[in-house]
């Protein structure tokens, strides 16, 4: 079967389009990236709203179309379980993630402009206690000294995967914090 022809464009600091490249790769779709700056308002100009007249990222196009296709979900693989518990479970803690790390994303970025040391520690510190709690309770440490190859849950990529990694590894580089959970670190390695 021939793979579609993707294009997706982002730009590397929203944490949506992180969480469909780490999907594409993961799942080993070919695309093409194109780096939308969203400082400069590159997403307001009339070339980009043909393609999005939203004018928000991510934006996939499939197959050189212009409207707003989306990728069916199959291609995907089935990342939600088929347990309504167990797929609450999964959409609680990506919330969570959401709720507790990413809306802390761009208090990041300008702490780390401004260079304050001590408001960038005390959010370092606290990211870390939100990410250790998150480990703690979904018992991924635990899981991860059993089996080091292990996804979140188990032997198969899910929901959680693809909203968890892809931020964790960008903010542990930029404030350079030690998680102190080193499983969590090992998982952190095998799905990067």
């Known amino acids: 079967m021939l793979q579609p022809h993707l294009k997706l464009y982002g730009n590397i600091f929203c944490p949506f389009v992180q969480r469909v490249r780490f999907a594409l790769e993961s799942l080993k779709l070919q695309y093409d990236y194109i780096e939308i700056d969203l400082l400069a308002q590159k997403h307001l100009k009339e070339k980009y709203l043909a393609i999005n007249p939203f004018a928000c990222v991510p934006t996939i196009n499939f197959n050189n179309s212009s409207d707003l296709t989306i990728i069916p979900i199959k291609q995907f693989g089935n990342v939600f379980p088929k347990d309504i518990t167990k797929r609450a479970e999964q959409r609680i803690w990506a919330n969570y993630y959401d709720q507790n790390v990413i809306s802390n994303i761009w208090e990041i970025f300008q702490i780390y402009k401004s260079k304050d040391e001590?408001?960038?520690?005390?959010?370092?510190?606290?990211?870390?206690?939100?990410?250790?709690?998150?480990?703690?309770?979904?018992?991924?440490?635990?899981?991860?000294?059993?089996?080091?190859?292990?996804?979140?849950?188990?032997?198969?990529?899910?929901?959680?995967?693809?909203?968890?990694?892809?931020?964790?590894?960008?903010?542990?580089?930029?404030?350079?914090?030690?998680?102190?959970?080193?499983?969590?670190?090992?998982?952190?390695?095998?799905?990067?």
């Open 118 to 192: 001590e408001g960038l520690k005390k959010l370092a510190n606290k990211l870390a206690d939100d990410i250790r709690y998150q480990v703690k309770q979904t018992k991924l440490s635990e899981r991860v000294k059993i089996n080091h190859k292990t996804f979140y849950e188990g032997e198969q990529l899910i929901y959680v995967d693809f909203a968890v990694v892809p931020h964790t590894r960008y903010i542990k580089e930029i404030l350079f914090v030690s998680l102190q959970t080193n499983n969590y670190s090992i998982w952190l390695k095998m799905m990067t």
